[in-house]
């Protein structure tokens, strides 16, 4: 957002140049023309990919080399940086894209945005686009209103190539008869003076219209009317490289400390790009004239030959900073830290993230997973285990004996520290979410919720269990705290279970992993009410000892399900059909009665 007083005066110098000039005005409608046809452009490719470009980042971001290809393509096919530079960002903050990555697909960005001038320079320019844009605009608009979101997005596009198009055009005609009143090229400044100058008002210009290609087309159409020296429109491009950083800026205000220092990497890179430019302009500008002699570019075509300068130092911007982009990610980690707040906070659910429905699933996902890691770290603890020890091959039965004493965990507390906060960040995430027209993310998001509010009935039931167990396991009734050493080390075995699932299980594995983990849980419950009531039978303990026992067991079979039940969403990964295949196979409470009692049968007929 631009200040309240930036903006006020942006339209009063605007008001004084629509009452001086005519082609003032048009020069204006072009530009604001030109804007308007990008943001339905990136709007368009928004809702026609429907998270292509999302799962394409996913995907193709295992190599600096790849992530720098990326950026490269996917830029220069959308024509925004803007676009895709907000994506990664949101990818990044979710924890979804390494840092590294990030970078690469930034400084493609870079290289990819420059396909925008020769677009213009060598098409717009030479001909008549304005008979073009009026057909488009009508398909577009055609399309707009249709409701399949491919056919509503591509109408967006159509719609955003068309006001493109017209932009151009009335730029163009606007500075061709401006020059009859007024030559702006009488006001060029030569030397490193100028260079300076127009560098700084080219990236000022980037600022205010937060749109690099917009700047691009006002210079290369001021410079085809002949309104800017081809000196002073070369410094305008190197301040548009450097303007343009203002759009992963403000993207990453919201963004956590990694998406601020995909930010950091993205302003460094073009100022270092910029200055290498600067410093190197009259050798740079030799290298345009020899590429464009050997190219077939005629010496007086200068906004051809500012395509071939702008493509030349971002391509030594990136061939510069590839290889330091380990030496940059060390810095930005050093000097852009993660606070550590006493509550916990979310750590992947950015404004960012929300405004595309692929990344928002996935930001949900990790934040499930931030919370069932600490509610991992909650059960443990009021069991009275250590992590690395239920996470190890330890013998859980023999540690829950050999303990003196178990100490009561104050669960409330934790909760409030470690698990309220995230749960109802997550439900208010969710609730912000509006993907009426993205049925499957929807859907992802409702199993989403329903795994957290699972995982915090585990940590509710854990609460009443320890009420019990740690009065019983201090006391000297030895039947009973036998009794509860084997419930809370049964529970524990479960726990590192489902770590294992998690860490070696792939999605078409896990769910039957789980379903035979849900079975034997049944069992051990079964088997456990069994062994209760021969105690009772056998006045090893007291009746009313036996209730609270077959209570607390009951407790301890609601935690272990829930958490099984939980890990079937958030340990399914991979396409969204096959987590939808895996679910719909995944054994429900009857079916695992069912199979229970098939092997009871079995079992007694042997």
């Known amino acids: 957002m631009l200040k309240k007083t930036v903006l006020p005066t942006i339209f009063v110098i605007l008001a004084y140049g629509f009452w001086l000039s005519d082609d003032f005005r048009e020069i204006s409608a072009g530009i604001a023309i030109f804007m308007f046809g990008m943001l339905s452009l990136e709007q368009g490719f928004r809702n026609f990919t429907g998270g292509m470009l999302e799962r394409l980042i996913d995907r193709t971001t295992s190599s600096r080399w790849r992530s720098l290809t990326l950026g490269i393509v996917a830029t220069?096919?959308?024509?925004?940086?803007?676009?895709?530079?907000?994506?990664?960002?949101?990818?990044?903050?979710?924890?979804?894209?390494?840092?590294?990555?990030?970078?690469?697909?930034?400084?493609?960005?870079?290289?990819?945005?420059?396909?925008?001038?020769?677009?213009?320079?060598?098409?717009?320019?030479?001909?008549?686009?304005?008979?073009?844009?009026?057909p488009i605009l009508v398909f577009g608009v055609l399309l707009l209103f249709q409701k399949a979101k491919n056919l509503n997005g591509l109408g967006y596009i159509l719609l955003g190539l068309g006001f493109l198009f017209l932009g151009i055009h009335y730029m163009k005609e606007g500075f061709e008869a401006f020059k009859e009143t007024l030559d702006l090229a009488e006001y060029a400044v030569r030397g490193y003076p100028g260079l300076l100058l127009f560098t700084l008002i080219g990236a000022l210009a980037t600022f205010v219209m937060q749109s690099s290609h917009a700047t691009l087309v006002l210079i290369i159409t001021a410079l085809a009317a002949q309104q800017i020296s081809y000196e002073n429109?070369?410094?305008?491009?190197?301040?548009?490289?450097?303007?343009?950083?203002?759009?992963?800026?403000?993207?990453?205000?919201?963004?956590?400390?990694?998406?601020?220092?995909?930010?950091?990497?993205?302003?460094?890179?073009?100022?270092?790009?910029?200055?290498?430019?600067?410093?190197?302009?009259?050798?740079?500008?030799?290298?345009?004239?020899?590429?464009?002699?050997?190219?077939?570019?005629?010496?007086?075509?200068?906004?051809?030959?500012?395509?071939?300068?702008?493509?030349?130092?971002?391509?030594?911007?990136?061939?510069?900073?590839?290889?330091?982009?380990?030496?940059?990610?060390?810095?930005?980690?050093?000097?852009?830290?993660?606070?550590?707040?006493?509550?916990?906070?979310?750590?992947?659910?950015?404004?960012?993230?929300?405004?595309?429905?692929?990344?928002?699933?996935?930001?949900?996902?990790?934040?499930?997973?931030?919370?069932?890691?600490?509610?991992?770290?909650?059960?443990?603890?009021?069991?009275?285990?250590?992590?690395?020890?239920?996470?190890?091959?330890?013998?859980?039965?023999?540690?829950?004996?050999?303990?003196?004493?178990?100490?009561?965990?104050?669960?409330?507390?934790?909760?409030?520290?470690?698990?309220?906060?995230?749960?109802?960040?997550?439900?208010?995430?969710?609730?912000?979410?509006?993907?009426?027209?993205?049925?499957?993310?929807?859907a992802d998001l409702h199993h989403l919720r329903e795994a957290n509010q699972q995982v915090v009935e585990a940590i509710k039931d854990v609460k009443h269990l320890q009420k019990n167990m740690v009065r019983f396991i201090n006391s000297g009734n030895r039947p009973m705290r036998q009794a509860y050493d084997q419930l809370r080390s049964q529970l524990a075995a479960i726990i590192r279970k489902l770590e294992e699932i998690r860490l070696t299980d792939t999605s078409d594995t896990a769910i039957l992993s789980l379903d035979a983990l849900k079975l034997m849980i049944k069992q051990t419950h079964e088997a456990f009410y069994l062994s209760l009531i021969e105690m009772i039978r056998n006045?090893?303990?007291?009746p009313e000892m036996g209730t609270s026992l077959m209570n607390d067991s009951n407790y301890s079979y609601s935690i272990a399900m829930n958490l099984v039940r939980a890990a079937q969403?958030?340990?399914?990964?991979?396409?969204?059909?096959?987590?939808?295949?895996?679910?719909?196979i995944a054994l429900d409470d009857n079916e695992l009665q069912a199979v229970s009692d098939q092997q009871q049968v079995k079992e007694s007929g042997q």
């Open 76 to 134: 220069s096919i959308m024509q925004s940086s803007s676009l895709v530079s907000v994506i990664t960002i949101s990818f990044l903050s979710a924890g979804l894209l390494t840092l590294i990555a990030g970078i690469g697909i930034i400084f493609g960005a870079n290289l990819g945005t420059t396909t925008g001038a020769w677009l213009i320079a060598g098409f717009g320019l030479k001909v008549n686009i304005a008979a073009y844009a009026m």
């Open 233 to 442: 429109a070369l410094a305008l491009a190197i301040g548009a490289n450097i303007g343009t950083t203002i759009t992963a800026m403000l993207g990453a205000i919201s963004a956590n400390a990694q998406g601020r220092r995909l930010a950091g990497a993205h302003l460094l890179f073009n100022l270092i790009t910029a200055l290498i430019a600067i410093l190197f302009i009259h050798q740079l500008s030799a290298a345009v004239d020899q590429i464009s002699l050997l190219s077939g570019i005629r010496d007086d075509d200068y906004t051809l030959k500012l395509a071939v300068f702008h493509t030349l130092f971002n391509l030594i911007g990136v061939l510069v900073m590839t290889p330091l982009m380990g030496p940059l990610v060390a810095l930005l980690n050093r000097t852009i830290k993660e606070k550590k707040p006493e509550i916990d906070q979310p750590k992947y659910l950015t404004d960012s993230a929300i405004d595309f429905p692929e990344t928002a699933v996935k930001a949900v996902l990790q934040e499930s997973l931030h919370v069932y890691d600490n509610a991992q770290g909650i059960l443990i603890h009021a069991l009275g285990f250590r992590r690395p020890e239920v996470l190890s091959t330890l013998n859980l039965l023999e540690l829950a004996e050999a303990q003196t004493k178990l100490t009561r965990l104050d669960i409330d507390a934790a909760y409030e520290r470690s698990i309220k906060g995230l749960y109802s960040e997550i439900v208010a995430f969710i609730s912000r979410a509006d993907f009426s027209w993205q049925m499957e993310q929807s």
């Open 569 to 584: 969403t958030l340990f399914v990964s991979g396409p969204r059909d096959l987590a939808q295949a895996v679910r719909t």
């Open 539 to 542: 006045h090893r303990i007291m």
